[in-house]
């Protein structure tokens, strides 16, 4: 017995969600996707940290993972330093505040604190004290 149904039908315009999104995404500008992408990375870092609020689940100390945390404080300091000079001096200060935050949270979770300079994303903003 063959199968005779027809091959399922290519979407179109209006049933494919994909060239809206291209449509939305192109009204974005790069400073807001920037910032979005650095501010998803310091709410997972921060989380990392143990710095979550407590809740009827658990602990923020519960989520605890510093070498989780230490990845995402390096993309996020090598993010912060590489877009500075474009996203302009306004965004980027709130970013790097954020980000010192989190690595001197890092250090004082730490039961082992790195060597000067050897912190999370140290090699992009230098030594954080």
């Keep these: 017995m063959s199968d005779t ?8 315009a209006s049933t494919d969600p994909a060239p809206s999104a291209t449509r939305d995404i192109a009204d974005v500008a790069a400073v807001e996707v920037i910032t979005t992408a650095a501010v998803h990375l ?6 990392k940290c143990g710095l979550s609020e407590d809740t009827a689940d658990g602990s923020g ?18 993010l912060v330093t590489a877009s500075a000079p474009d996203i302009g001096n306004q965004h980027a200060r709130s970013l790097r505040d954020g980000l010192r935050s989190l ?8 039961p082992f604190p ?6 999370p994303g140290e090699k992009f903003t230098g030594y954080v004290s």
């Design 5 to 12: 149904s027809p091959p399922p039908a290519a979407p179109d």
């Design 42 to 47: 310091m709410s997972a870092a921060a989380v």
């Design 103 to 110: 690595q001197l949270a890092f250090r004082e979770a730490s």
């Design 61 to 78: 100390a519960d989520y605890l993972d510093l070498d989780e945390a230490r990845k995402l404080i390096t993309a996020l300091a090598a």
């Design 114 to 119: 790195d060597a000067p300079g050897e912190g």
